[in-house]
């Protein structure tokens, strides 16, 4: 079992790493990035004012798109001080993108434990309903999850406006810098719709674990309905919410470039979408660190959940 989820793990680890390291380098495939650049020099050296003359066409540059994949590998492994293309010349890329990745996992980190706890308390005062209030409540969260994520944002936004102006009472500070009231907007934002898919699939979890048989013979041996929804369904349950939580971790990471240009926050996507379209080395490189951690969590869980599912059957 070992060996064989080991060489699971080691599989995707390096389909998806050549996958990022692929995707990276696309540009220089379709486009001539190496005039671009030279422009990009002339007009910050002054010797062009105007680009109105040039146009540039799609093409198909296998050779050039090679050379830069294996120019990203020598970069990512070089022991240089690693450097990257801004207005006005070269700049070092840390702590640059260290400052922008730190500010945009520590927004996503906490927003994705906000959303775990709102999920399960909505979850389990869900449960304690009739199964007849279970099915409007699940009808109110399929509207609202089907409303598009901009349009989530901006209402929190015209929201706080709103209170504001009737109330003058300013719940939250919609400018952005590193005030305690400008970040926690930002994170309840973007821990809303995770909440909303981690309530769906923790109480279709739950309504299915009622159905299981340990749960009527917990109920003939005289267990209240409180014990077994906090300790028996919800163990199972949480299990089950994992299978489905890569999802919602990469709908957060989709969510979190709307949430950085809405606020205007200098953040991993930010940066991305600034310096990313003549720097690919950087969004090679900011993927492998979004990657890497996110890779090592989710298979270190997956372990631990294969072993407990292993020992349960067990002993069964």
Known sequence: MFKSFIWRSAVQFLLTSLGILLIGSLPYLFF??????????MIDEGTLSNTLFLYDSIVFNVEAYINQIGQTVKMVFNDQTLQYYARGGSLPLFPDLWKAYSLSMSYL??????????????????????????????????????????????????GVIWVYKQTDLLLFNLASGFDEKAIVLPILILSLLPSVYIYKYLLLSFEEEESQLYVELARGKGLDRYTILLVHMFRNAMVSLFNHFKGVFLFALANLLMLEIIFDMNGLMMFIYKNGVVNTEIVTLALYMIFLPAFILFTTFEWLIERWTARQEGAQ
Do not use: C, H, W
């Open 32 to 41: 001539n990035m190496k005039q671009q650049l030279e422009i990009l020099a």
């Open 109 to 158: 980190l906490a927003s994705l434990i906000i959303s775990m706890l709102i999920g399960i308390v909505m979850t389990m005062m869900t449960m304690v309903f009739p199964k007849r209030i279970r099915g409007y409540l699940k009808g109110f969260f399929f509207i609202f999850e089907s409303l598009p994520d901009i349009f989530v944002i901006l209402l929190a936004q015209i």
